[in-house]
């Protein structure tokens, strides 16, 4: 299975990803900033890497053209957004139907957008966490395929829930990453994901947060 990533900044969803040992070749990263740090992670794993920086084009349509293009050069399978931070026109969205996904800091639907931990700290919310899904138009709204949830604790504040959310990210991508490649997850006519697992589910099983 062949993966193109793409970021924008710091790469440590990308380092997890790199470090996992999964059956799969990243043919690409691709980043729209030249100074994200993921960059670097990638050149360190041998991964070939772009910057398309989209202050060089018109508008959201000229580049997302551009980036398919850079995209197809590598004829991915799979295109995995890790911490690529803009918003995808619906053209763009749609030629990736059904194999592109993204993750996401916190358990969507709730706290879709920027700054989920700290609205998740004013919600009041005692559980949190981060979700792997297939991107659609509607950012932050595509079908779940995968999430992992967190307590949060008296006394968090936003970097500190962010640090326990970032921890089960590293753990989760790599994960769904997997299945992709063992062909155990698809997008169902019906919008809905399948994932083939042959886990036995324990009913019982639940975070509770907080724990008295
Ligand atoms: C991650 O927390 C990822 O979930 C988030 O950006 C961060 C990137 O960090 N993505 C989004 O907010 C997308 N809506 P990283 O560059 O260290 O992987």
Redesign the pocket.
């Given at each position: 299975m062949r993966v193109v990533v793409l970021?924008?900044?710091?790469?440590?969803?990308?380092?997890?990803l790199l470090q996992a040992d999964l059956p799969v070749t990243f043919a690409a990263v691709i980043s729209n900033r030249a100074d994200?740090?993921?960059l670097a992670i990638a050149a360190a794993h041998g991964v070939p890497t772009q910057v398309l920086a989209h202050q060089a084009y018109a508008d959201r349509a000229a580049y997302d053209g551009a980036l398919a293009q850079a995209i197809d050069a590598h004829a991915p399978d799979l295109v995995v957004?890790?911490?690529?931070?803009r918003v995808l026109t619906a053209d763009f969205v749609r030629r990736y139907h059904g194999r592109m996904i993204?993750?996401?800091?916190a358990l969507l639907p709730a706290f879709?957008?920027?700054n989920?931990h700290a609205r998740a700290l004013a919600a009041g919310v005692r559980v949190h966490g981060?979700t792997v899904h297939f991107v659609t138009a509607e950012?932050?709204a595509g079908p779940i395929i995968a999430q992992a949830a967190v307590p949060v604790r008296a006394g968090d504040d936003a970097e500190a829930l962010?640090a326990r959310?970032?921890r089960q990210?590293h753990r989760l991508f790599p994960t769904v990453l997997r299945w992709f490649a063992q062909e155990r997850v698809s997008l169902r006519d019906d919008g809905r994901v399948a994932v083939r697992l042959d886990e036995d589910i324990d009913e019982d099983a639940a975070l509770v947060a907080p724990l008295g």
């Amino acid at each position: 299975m062949r993966v193109v990533v793409l970021i924008s900044g710091r790469g440590s969803n990308l380092r997890a990803l790199l470090q996992a040992d999964l059956p799969v070749t990243f043919a690409a990263v691709i980043s729209n900033r030249a100074d994200a740090g993921g960059l670097a992670i990638a050149a360190a794993h041998g991964v070939p890497t772009q910057v398309l920086a989209h202050q060089a084009y018109a508008d959201r349509a000229a580049y997302d053209g551009a980036l398919a293009q850079a995209i197809d050069a590598h004829a991915p399978d799979l295109v995995v957004l890790a911490g690529f931070m803009r918003v995808l026109t619906a053209d763009f969205v749609r030629r990736y139907h059904g194999r592109m996904i993204n993750i996401h800091p916190a358990l969507l639907p709730a706290f879709p957008g920027l700054n989920t931990h700290a609205r998740a700290l004013a919600a009041g919310v005692r559980v949190h966490g981060c979700t792997v899904h297939f991107v659609t138009a509607e950012v932050d709204a595509g079908p779940i395929i995968a999430q992992a949830a967190v307590p949060v604790r008296a006394g968090d504040d936003a970097e500190a829930l962010a640090a326990r959310v970032l921890r089960q990210e590293h753990r989760l991508f790599p994960t769904v990453l997997r299945w992709f490649a063992q062909e155990r997850v698809s997008l169902r006519d019906d919008g809905r994901v399948a994932v083939r697992l042959d886990e036995d589910i324990d009913e019982d099983a639940a975070l509770v947060a907080p724990l008295g």
